[in-house]
T-cell receptor, first 116, second 113 residues
């Protein structure tokens, strides 16, 4: 079966510091990968998605970037964090379903980032 | 992807059926209806999806109207652990259709003892 891992689970970082969040997927190949952010009490905001190694699409212009160095690894980065970067960061994957060819998404446990 | 409209919140008594409505009047013929839920402090969880036929799995049932302009997610015997935000999403489900799933505000379901 497929599993998705994210780390760290929680993170407290000062303003201006760098960020690196990692997501890995097991048990599938060629997944579509996604990064979402959820501010406190708000909905999910799609940040980036990737359909293959080195292929990144950005949904929202900001000081974050994403990379996909390996098929099942997705990294979210920032050179300098802002207070507004605080939130719950979620990684997700989707792939060709065995039941009908649809692309439902499966989410990781998330990283709660607090920028101080 | 078509827009969806859901009530912001609903209550349900424990053990009773929870019926969560979703309107998607601009749905296209090749768009599926997906449901996810998000329990507090966790990532969203896929529940069910359908195109035009009613669907049932171990978690829930999905009823889609004949004109496909609305649907209802049914949790047959709600428990306290079903308290969550439920998202109804309409999107094309194909490689060529794109890969983005846009989550709206959803419906916050409170299951009460």
């Amino acid at each position: 079966s497929q599993t998705i891992h994210q780390w760290p689970a929680t993170l407290v970082q000062p303003v201006g510091s760098p960020l690196s969040l990692e997501c890995t997927v097991e048990g599938t190949s060629n997944p579509n990968l996604y990064w979402y952010r959820q501010a406190a009490g708000r909905g999910l905001q799609l940040l980036f998605y990737s359909v293959g190694i080195g292929q990144i699409s950005s949904e929202v212009p900001q000081n974050l970037s994403a990379s996909r160095p390996q098929d099942r690894q997705f990294i979210l980065s920032s050179k300098k964090l802002l207070l507004s970067d605080s939130g719950f960061y979620l990684c997700a994957w989707s792939g060709l379903s065995g039941t009908g060819g649809t692309y439902e998404q499966y989410f990781g446990p998330g990283t709660r980032l607090t920028v101080t | 992807d078509a827009k969806t409209t859901q009530p912001p919140s609903m209550d349900c008594a424990e053990g009773r059926a929870a019926n969560l409505p979703c309107n998607h009047s601009t749905i296209s013929g090749n768009e599926y209806v997906y449901w996810y839920r998000q329990i507090h402090s966790q990532g969203p969880q896929y529940i069910i999806h359908g195109l035009k036929n009613n669907e049932t799995n171990e978690m829930a049932s999905l009823i889609i109207t004949e004109d496909r302009k609305s649907s209802t997610l049914i949790l047959p015997h709600a428990t306290l652990r079903d308290t969550a935000v439920y998202y109804c999403i309409v999107r094309v489900a194909s490689w060529a259709g794109g890969f983005k799933t846009i989550f709206g505000a959803g419906t916050r379901l409170f299951v009460k003892a």
